[in-house]
Nanobody
Framework: QVQLVESGGGLVQAGDSLRLSCAAS????????MGWFRQTPGKEREFVAA????????YYADAVKGRFTISRDTAKNTLALQMNSLKPEDTAVYYC??????????????????WGQGTQVTVSS
């Protein structure tokens, strides 16, 4: 069992940076692939980034590649998403997620067993 709590969301201007954090509790954190997803009203939750249990492999959606960086600190049971050069289209509720999966399915919401409550990110133009 893993409990996830996101923080760090807020209102920023286009071009600004923001860092999201996810605090995890539970013994399976260190063995879980961790991911960030986002969702806007009326749309499906979409993949943003993921990092494997070892932290050795990271995956990014094309829309955020080069601007966002995912990282994890297993000793502190935390996951982070550094977001730079933010755009209005990055506005969404961001969710932290954990699961055990094949690397080919890290982008799929169905691969994740645990979810946080979400944190709102709003980017004004």
């Amino acid at each position: 069992q893993v409990q996830l709590v996101e923080s760090g969301g807020g209102l920023v201007q286009a071009g600004d940076s923001l860092r999201l954090s996810c605090a995890a509790s539970g013994r399976t954190f260190s063995s879980s692939t961790m991911g960030w997803f986002r969702q806007t009203p009326g749309k499906e939750r979409e993949f943003v980034a993921a990092v494997t249990a070892s932290g050795g492999i990271r995956y990014y959606a094309d829309a955020v590649k080069g601007r966002f960086t995912i990282s994890r600190d297993t000793a502190k049971n935390t996951l982070a998403l550094q977001m730079n050069s933010l755009k209005p289209e990055d506005t969404a509720v961001y969710y932290c997620a954990a699961g055990t999966m094949d690397y080919s399915t890290t982008h799929d919401t169905k691969s994740y067993d645990y979810w946080g409550q979400g944190t709102q990110v709003t980017v004004s133009s």
